[in-house]
């Protein structure tokens, strides 16, 4: 059974960057994703790396931030630049199924997220 744990959150300042892991365990090479959540609102799509290396980004992180993994550690990362407080949130990696990327349905295991605050 996979098992995804997230590590890396913390809190900056804005225009700052920080770069979260995801380490997976339990399994072979995966697509994986990222999402986040803020307070009072829905999960939402950050991007994903697909098993062969192909990335995609939501309109309100391509540009900043970017996915990668590193297969021999088992390991795919989250790393975001000039971060904003619009950033502040719980990110979840999470291990993708079939179908949309960015719905969380498609996606059948998650990690317990990690908290990233951003302060003006």
């Known amino acids: 059974q996979v098992q995804l744990v997230e590590s890396g959150g913390g809190l900056v300042q804005a225009g700052d960057s920080l770069t979260l892991s995801c380490a997976v365990s339990?399994?072979?090479?995966?697509?994986m994703g990222w999402f986040r959540q803020a307070p009072g609102k829905e999960r939402e799509y950050v991007g994903i790396?697909?098993?062969?290396?192909?990335?995609n980004y939501a309109v309100y992180v391509k540009g900043r931030f970017t996915i990668s993994r590193d297969n021999a550690k088992n390991t795919v990362y989250l790393r975001m630049n000039s971060m904003t407080p619009e950033d502040t949130a719980v990110y979840y990696c999470?291990?993708?199924?079939?179908?949309?990327?960015?719905?969380?349905?498609?996606?059948?295991?998650w990690g317990q997220g990690t908290q990233v605050t951003v302060s003006s």
């Open positions: 999470a291990r993708f199924r079939s179908g949309l990327w960015a719905h969380t349905s498609n996606y059948d295991a």
């Open positions: 339990g399994g072979s090479q995966y697509s």
């Open positions: 790396i697909t098993d062969s290396g192909h990335e």
